[in-house]
């Protein structure tokens, strides 16, 4: 008897992105987020009689490096067709949108660290649209006040295969093409200024006669504006169909909308996915035929993606995959890196550093990197002032906080202050033999055996030179002397 093969999870994703730029898709209206309501509007953008469109061609430009940076080909002539349905936060009463030649076809993100394995997850297509306006319901006084500030914000639909198996990989897909969209500077991915949004289809599928699949009916799950809600929705899908097939109950293909606060989904009304987008041509735009030499030109932009420098990180500086993870996720600590390292810091030393003492400092005041006067040249002229032991980790510490303050030299703080650290034996060894005259019965009690009684030599020897001493030589002094001195005993 061969029992029936478990369900499994399968998952595809449509991804809205707003694109970086500064005014709107069809209009010169500003796109900027977050202006007072109704104040970014304008015949186009409103729809109002007369008005004509005409393309951004900045949008045009950031849709192709984000269908480069995801793998897609980008087509040699496409056009916007009218995607029309009727809402209030949509005053044309279409969407512009492309349907039949979208702006990309093809692609892949891959998934490094997921589950130990690596995960291909294809991309069907890339299109280009406009973004509808904001609707606010009031229950208090039953009103729904509209603003139309979103109406035409330029965005990339970007369409993957229905290639991921769980929840978690799901996210880990959203934060791999968050860092690429970054990366490629076709979008800064502000969640909280709804920057990415998220559809999610989702069913369970076992393998059937035959090479095919057998499951559940497709629940699609609308508008989820966050990498957690995403995760959360599809947990709650997985046992909702779990209980399904358990239940032996069917399910129907629908449109499902999120609660977050009750952690549940629940069937949009059936009104509301009757959809007959009627899609046509869009008549008062031209077709556009993408110039080769613009396309190679744009793609020539998109720098190195985040998967290809962790691993040049990992070979190439011998990271491990922590570090060049959690560089890289943050380009202008990575740059910052590079740089190091160029100006001679020792790879992993420089990676401690970032991502202690750098990162640390920019979480705590939410400054950007580009705010501090510091540079990769004083970090490794630091580092490798501690790697030679001329100073201690603490004063490098010390002095880098001040060159982050103040952007003073770090090098010329320890020059001058003469922090640096002694080092030289002769000079130590002086020190040592006056430390043991000095204090013979915690000499004695360490050739006794007292291992305790050599912390209090070497902190003598701190003392005698105000803690420049290098702690870790004057042990080894002290240990050595000690010994040579109980040989002859
Ligand atoms: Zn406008
Ligand atoms: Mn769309």
Known sequence: MTGSPEYRPMIGLEIHVALATRSKMFCG??????????????????????????????????????????????????????KNYHYPDLPKGYQISQYAVPLAIGGEVVLD??????????IRRVHLEEDAGKSTHSAETGHTLLDFNRC????????????????????AFLEELRALLRVAGVSEVRMEAGELRCDVNFNLVRSAAGDGLEGTEISEV????????????????????REAIRGGEPLVHETRHWDEERGITYAARSKEEAHDYRYFPEPDLPPISVDP????????????????????????????????????????????FEEAVAEGADPKDAANWILGEVR????????????LPVTPRMLAALLSLVAA?????????????????TGRDPVSSVEESGLRQISDEETLDALVEEVIEENPDAAEEFTAGKEKALGFLVGQVMKKTRGQANPQLANERLRKALRNGSDHR
């Open 360 to 371: 640390g400092h920019l979480n705590a005041t939410g400054d950007s990197l580009a705010d």
């Open 29 to 82: 209206c500003s796109a900027e987020f977050g202006a007072p309501p109704n104040t970014n509007v304008c015949p186009v953008c409103l729809g109002l009689p007369g008005s004509l469109p005409a393309i951004n061609a900045r949008a045009l430009e950031l849709g192709i490096m984000c269908a480069r940076a995801v793998g897609g080909q980008v087509q040699a002539r496409m056009h916007f067709e009218r």
């Open 222 to 241: 609308k508008n989820l504006n966050s990498f957690r809600s995403v995760q959360r929705a599809l947990e709650y899908e997985v046992s909702r169909h």
């Open 152 to 171: 035409g914000v330029p965005l990339a639909e970007i369409v993957t295969e229905p290639d991921m198996r769980s929840p978690g990989e799901a996210r």
């Open 389 to 405: 032991g001329e100073i201690s980790g603490t004063m490098a510490k010390d002095v880098w906080s001040e060159a982050v303050e």
């Open 113 to 122: 660290d997921v589950e130990d394995a690596e995960r291909r997850v294809r």
């Open 293 to 336: 030499d613009l396309a190679q030109y744009l793609a020539a932009q998109v720098p190195e993606l985040p998967r290809a420098r962790r691993r040049r990180f990992r070979n190439e500086f011998d990271l491990g995959s922590y570090d060049a993870r959690a560089l890289v996720s943050e380009a202008e600590l990575a740059d910052f």
